[in-house]
């Protein structure tokens, strides 16, 4: 079955802690595989897409890298107002239909 | 500024009514997509559009029904047949390419009272 699994539901970390949200996947045929930031009550905001492994992507304090089974969001020295629930979301080919599936979320809190 | 609005940002619906929540955007994207969230659970796409005067079911489609009359806009009805209304509902768009980076809208909550 394909699925897309992020971990952990929730982290909280001190003001300056680094850390990193996990984001794996069972599908085959990856197209792509997104990172967005979403904050209570809002849309969700792109950050990066990645398209095959070994690439990676900065912005600011974040780092997303890809593998062929996972991604991670790398956090470093985060700041209270990086504070959000950070997703991704998978692109891929299914009998012969292409398909996108978000996962279900990890909710970052940064203590000042 | 380039962008994807979603209106009314609040909406409050009786049971038995159906209700329209309104999708614009402003970035020429071709494709068009409708999601809905709830807590704990990742985005559902429930309709999504390539082009105009064209839309395909999600997989939630049911008790939902859209439009795609103008390139812009994108409206989602939600029809007395859908069972648990009650979510929050975003509206996304994309370049040409369906499945491409897709960019969201503020969302609409919708409570059924």
């Known amino acids: 079955e394909d699925q897309v699994t992020q971990s952990p539901e929730a982290l909280r970390l001190q003001e300056g802690e680094s850390s990193s949200l996990n984001c794996s996947y069972t599908?085959?045929?990856?197209?792509?595989l997104f990172w967005y930031r979403q904050d209570p009550g809002k849309g969700p905001e792109f950050l990066f897409t990645l398209y095959s492994a070994g690439e990676e992507k900065e912005k600011e304090r974040l780092k997303a890298t890809l593998t062929k089974k996972e991604s991670f969001l790398h956090i470093t020295a985060p700041k209270p107002e990086d504070s959000a629930t950070y997703l991704c979301a998978v692109h891929f080919a299914s009998e012969g239909a292409q398909k996108l599936v978000f996962g279900q979320g990890t909710r970052l809190t940064i203590n000042p | 500024d380039g962008g994807i609005t979603q209106s009314p940002k609040y909406l409050f619906r009786k049971e038995g009514q159906n209700v329209t929540l309104s999708c614009e955007q402003n970035l020429n994207h071709d494709a068009m997509y409708w999601y809905r969230q709830d807590p704990g659970q990742g985005l559902r796409l429930i309709y999504y559009s390539q082009i105009v005067n064209d839309f395909q079911k999600g997989d939630i489609a049911e008790g939902y029904s859209v439009s795609r009359e103008k390139k812009e806009s994108f409206p989602l009805t939600v029809t007395s047949a859908q069972k648990n209304p009650t979510a929050f509902y975003l509206c996304a768009s994309s370049t040409h390419r369906e499945w491409d980076t897709q960019y969201f809208g503020p969302g609409t909550r919708l409570t059924v009272l």
């Open positions: 599908v085959s045929g990856l197209r792509g």
